[in-house]
């Protein structure tokens, strides 16, 4: 089970650290990625990290501004959101999958944490 937190309001130009705990086993045989969904908008890949040997792969929304990474007992994934705008309000989703390819493509993750709500103002 994926736990996703650390969301709350912040002002534009703010950074917010938001993280991806699972619990009851680590993550190392997976790749964790991160989703965001805005009202009446699709669901977007935002960026994804494989745990075993740390490759990411960034979505349009998170390069120049987002990290992604991990904590060395591969449990936890963090994303490091810097430079925010009013445009990255959303609920951010984590998800894990065992997938080779399509790493953007929420339909190859299979285990979803709640989601967290990120607020930017102007």
């Known amino acids: 089970q994926l736990q996703a937190s650390g969301g709350g309001l912040v002002q534009a130009g703010g950074s917010l650290r938001l993280s991806c705990a699972a619990s009851g086993r680590t993550l190392s045989s997976y790749v964790v990625g991160w989703f965001r969904q805005a009202p009446g908008l699709e669901r977007e890949f935002v960026l994804a990290?494989?745990?075993?040997?740390?490759?990411?792969w960034y979505g349009d929304p998170a390069k120049g501004r987002f990290t992604i990474s991990r904590d060395n007992a591969m449990t936890t994934v963090y994303l490091q959101m810097n430079r925010l705008k009013p445009e990255d309000t959303a609920v951010y989703y984590c998800?894990?999958?065992?997938?080779?390819?399509?790493?953007?493509?929420?339909?190859?993750?299979?285990?979803w944490g709640q989601g967290t709500l990120v607020t930017v103002s102007s």
């Open positions: 990290i494989r745990m075993t040997g740390g490759g990411t």
């Open positions: 998800a894990a999958g065992m997938m080779d390819y399509g790493l953007s493509s929420s339909a190859e993750y299979d285990n």
